[in-house]
């Protein structure tokens, strides 16, 4: 399994962007996939997570701001960033949660 973020990049903050990750392979309608991010000096944390079923969980920084989606028919999981503050810049990462396959990760810079 391969997962590909893309969509990152240097925004205001207010401002808007959209995280794209594609996987490979065939099992990922049946797996949960996550969004994590680290910030410089910062332990790798949980952003957004969905289930197969399309049940959501934010961490409470990103309640109400960001929205975790997912294509099944696409392999596609999506991440709708708003209202971006500086202190969501990080780099953001796609996990497979179940198998624990991770991407490669994708830079988030929020200028203030």
């Known amino acids: 399994v391969q997962l590909v973020e893309s969509g990152g990049g240097l925004v205001q903050a207010g401002g808007s962007l959209r995280l794209t990750c594609a996987a490979s392979?065939?099992?990922?309608?049946?797996?949960?996939m996550g969004w994590y991010r680290q910030a410089p000096g910062k332990q790798r944390e949980l952003v957004a997570a969905?289930?197969?079923?399309?049940?959501?969980d934010y961490a409470d920084s990103v309640k109400g701001r960001f929205t975790i989606s997912r294509d099944n028919a696409k392999n596609t999981v999506y991440l709708q960033m708003n209202s971006l503050k500086p202190e969501d810049t990080a780099i953001y990462y796609c996990?497979?949660?179940?198998?624990?396959?991770w991407g490669q990760g994708t830079q988030v810079t929020v200028s203030s």
């Open positions: 996990r497979m949660i179940g198998l624990n396959y």
């Open positions: 392979g065939s099992i990922f309608s049946i797996n949960a």
């Open positions: 969905i289930t197969s079923g399309r049940s959501r």
